[in-house]
């Protein structure tokens, strides 16, 4: 159900955009049959590659997977929240969905998991750390995170996570502008 909805979602923002799927697929440096793979709901982009699309289009990876106005407040439910595998090790939960001005969301990350690959971009990020430990790489640098322990930095500086303990981990990746 997700790959369908986002597909339409992506298909519907690249119309209102004026770009072809081979546009597109060009832009974002992805095969035009796999766009169309997505596009069509036949399967869903990794994180990396949702994010080259959604800039591609000019919007975030976020609102492709959630459209929605923007409420003065909104609740989410937990059981009414989106989750995305990130891998087959972790998922990643939108705590708030829809246009906002920040992105919040809750990654579950089981041992040995790691985010894909480093990434930068646009704005700030904090992290909270709930339960378990993680190591955050940023521009070189190692930073250990247990429960409670929290980071900020400016999310054009090259990040990534690991979890490489034997526990799961949880933790809340919380930045602005919305990338996600």
Not at 17 to 41: D, M, R
Not at 61 to 77: D, M
Request: charged residues 20%.
């Amino acid at each position: 159900m997700l790959a369908r909805s986002l597909g339409a979602s992506i298909r519907e923002a690249r119309k209102s955009a004026g770009i072809t799927v081979t546009g597109l697929a060009e832009k974002t440096e992805l095969s035009q049959p796999f766009v169309s793979q997505i596009e069509n709901g036949h399967t869903t982009p990794s994180v990396l590659n949702l994010h080259r699309i959604a800039k591609a289009l000019g919007t975030t990876a976020h609102e492709l997977l959630e459209r929605g106005a923007r409420a003065p407040i909104k609740v989410v439910r937990a059981v009414d929240s989106r989750s995305y595998n990130l891998s087959p090790s972790a998922v990643l939960r939108f705590c708030i969905g829809g246009t906002r001005l920040m992105d919040c969301n809750e990654v579950t990350a089981e041992a040995h998991s790691q985010a894909d690959s480093a990434t930068a971009h646009e704005g700030e990020e904090f992290v909270y750390v709930i339960e378990g430990e993680i190591r955050l790489t940023i521009d070189g640098g190692d930073y250990t995170l247990g429960p409670g322990d929290t980071a900020y930095y400016a999310a054009t500086i090259p990040h990534r996570w690991f979890n490489d303990t034997d526990r799961r981990a949880r933790f809340l990746f919380v930045g602005t502008p919305p990338s996600f």
